[in-house]
């Protein structure tokens, strides 16, 4: 269904580049049916052409009658701007993909012109390894087929689900904003181990593989994951005392804190928005 499908990137920074990085490497759609755009950087252009073969184009030489999937990636403060302008051009049938975090569909459809398909997409960077857990949630005027090629196109990047978009910030909050809790707790496994005398090459591979092992065993097995930690921990063994200084530390609650805090700024994006206060860079 995707073959014949232009795709454009309205925005080419870290996660644009992320999901070109995927989606190139599927091989799903041919490389010189996805456009990339950014409003002035022409050096990122070129070089994002040289990594991964797509074409590339400033914002303004965008060819919008080619446009089936206009995917915009730009920062949520950059968001009424660059509606602005392209509200006028985009093609009523070419679908809008948005991976803004906090951005509503509602807030997006008011500023197009009626009847536009709007889907709200939360990928994580992993998407560069095609191993991210991605949101997608339908807007007003998204019929079946536009969520089934959103649906194919993103399978290209990892795992989709389909979720209501009442769910985006808790998605946001786990998934989108997950990998980062991840690469801090490496950060200081890797110090540690380190710190300990280890070679801090082979201690960031061991931290990786033993992470590595554990989203697989969740994955592919059925026990909870209470019960593959109690399968870890022996009595008054080692992993019992590194668990009580997590407990006694507020790992757990740090965790839970963590993934609540990105939940409530991705609320706040969209009334930031709204009453015209949004200043994140
Ligand atoms: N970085 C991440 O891990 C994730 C980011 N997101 C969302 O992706 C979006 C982009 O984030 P990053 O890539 O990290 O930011 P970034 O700052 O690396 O990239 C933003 C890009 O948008 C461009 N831009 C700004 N206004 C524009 C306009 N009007 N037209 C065209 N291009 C424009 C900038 O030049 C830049 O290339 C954000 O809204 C964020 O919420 C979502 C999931 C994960
Ligand atoms: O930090 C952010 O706001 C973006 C959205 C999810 C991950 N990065």
Redesign the pocket.
């Known amino acids: 269904m995707l073959k014949n499908k232009t795709i454009a990137f309205?925005?080419?920074?870290?996660?644009?580049?992320?999901m070109i990085s995927g989606t190139v490497q599927s091989g799903k759609i041919p490389k010189d049916q996805i456009i990339v755009?950014?409003?002035?950087?022409k050096e990122?252009l070129q070089e994002i052409n040289e990594k991964y073969g797509v074409r590339t184009l400033l914002?303004d030489e965008l060819p919008f009658n080619e446009i089936d999937i206009l995917i915009?990636?730009?920062?949520?403060k950059?968001?009424d701007?660059?509606l602005d302008?392209i509200n006028h051009l985009v093609k009523s049938n070419t679908v809008i993909m948005?991976?803004?975090?906090?951005?509503t569909t509602s807030h997006m459809e008011e500023q197009l012109p009626g009847g536009q398909s709007v889907i709200r997409v939360?990928?994580?960077?992993s998407s560069m390894l095609k191993e991210s857990a991605t949101a997608i949630s339908a807007g007003r005027f998204t019929s079946e087929e536009d969520m089934m090629n959103a649906k194919e196109l993103l399978s290209s990047i990892g795992e989709v689900y389909v979720i209501d978009e009442s769910k985006m910030d808790i998605f946001?909050g786990i998934a989108?904003?997950g990998?980062?809790y991840f690469y801090y707790l490496m950060e200081h496994i890797e110090k540690t181990g380190a710190e300990a005398g280890l070679d801090p090459q082979m201690a960031r591979k061991i931290g990786a593989q033993t992470i590595f092992g554990a989203a697989k065993m969740m994955l592919e097995r059925e026990e909870s994951p209470t019960q593959l930690r109690e399968n870890v921990t022996s009595p008054n063994g080692t992993t019992a005392a590194g668990l009580d200084a997590l407990a006694q530390f507020g790992g757990g609650k740090a965790i839970s804190e963590a993934v609540k805090g990105a939940e409530k700024r991705s609320k706040e994006?969209s009334s930031e928005l709204q009453s015209r206060q949004l200043v994140t860079?």
Do not use: Q
Not at 10 to 18: F, P, S, T, V
Not at 37 to 41: L, V
């Open positions: 309205l925005g080419a920074g870290n996660m644009a580049e992320a755009s950014n409003r002035s950087n990122k914002k915009l990636a730009m920062k949520p950059d968001i701007k660059a302008s948005s991976v803004l975090a906090g951005i939360m990928p994580n960077t946001t989108g904003s990998p980062a994006i860079n």
